[in-house]
């Protein structure tokens, strides 16, 4: 059974750049949650996907926007990156009835230079 | 709003040492309570939870005590091993969907 996967691994862009990353959720999970963990930080909050649709959304601008596939995969974007967009963008699924339990892939580490 | 409150790091202890690492939370409700591990390189880990007062989780030898009086959930071990060291984050579930984490504690275990 294939957990959450996220790609790429890392990815290297320059300010002013747009990023778009990559999750799938584990098998069975219709829910995808994105977070930003900055270095020495704990991850923060960024928005959730559930039938395609952004369910809630934290404290981000409206450079980060997302989109949920049919098959419950999950992009996350980010326009006209700042050098405080580096860091560990985390995905986390779970069941659209049962959120308080989230599996977390292992994340893309992203550094605008 | 609602927080979570842990011990700054980093935690050095030796081989078989007792470790405790402190977390407060401040919340509306009664919100469910995590323990994560975050290893290097890696994402997060589900290492225990606590649903309600006075619920105790544990998992791996490690147990966490849902203190509704001291709005606190404290994470303990009896005797840490060197493949514990990694960083620790204390974390919240709020309202429905999302959860609201500490800063994160490093421990590194000595052999």
């Known amino acids: 059974d294939a957990g959450v996967t996220q790609s790429p691994t890392h990815l290297i862009k320059t300010r002013g750049q747009q990023v778009t990353l990559r999750c799938s959720p584990k098998s069975g999970h219709d829910t995808v949650s994105w977070y930003q963990q900055a270095l020495g930080q704990g991850p923060q909050f960024i928005f959730q996907y559930y039938e395609e649709e952004e369910r809630q959304r934290g404290n981000f601008p409206d450079r980060f926007s997302g989109h949920q596939f049919p098959n419950y995969s999950s992009e996350l974007n980010v326009n006209a990156l700042l050098l405080g967009d580096s860091a560990l963008y985390l995905c986390a699924s779970s069941l659209a009835g049962s959120t308080d339990t989230q599996y977390f892939g292992p994340g893309t580490r992203l550094t605008v230079l | 709003g609602d927080s979570v409150t842990q011990m700054e790091g980093p935690v050095t202890l030796s081989e078989e040492a007792f470790l405790t690492i402190n977390c407060t939370y401040t919340?509306?409700?009664?919100?469910?309570l995590f323990w994560y591990v975050q290893y290097p390189g890696e994402g997060l880990q589900l290492l225990l939870k606590?649903?309600?007062?006075?619920d105790k989780g544990s998992n791996k030898g490690f147990e966490a005590t849902y203190r509704k009086e001291t709005t606190s959930f404290h994470l303990e071990k009896g005797s840490v091993q060197v493949s514990d060291s990694a960083v620790y984050f204390c974390a919240l579930f709020s309202g429905t969907y999302k959860y609201i984490f500490g800063t994160g504690t490093r421990l590194k275990v000595l052999a």
């Open positions: 919340a509306t409700g009664y919100p469910s």
């Open positions: 606590a649903t309600k007062a006075d």
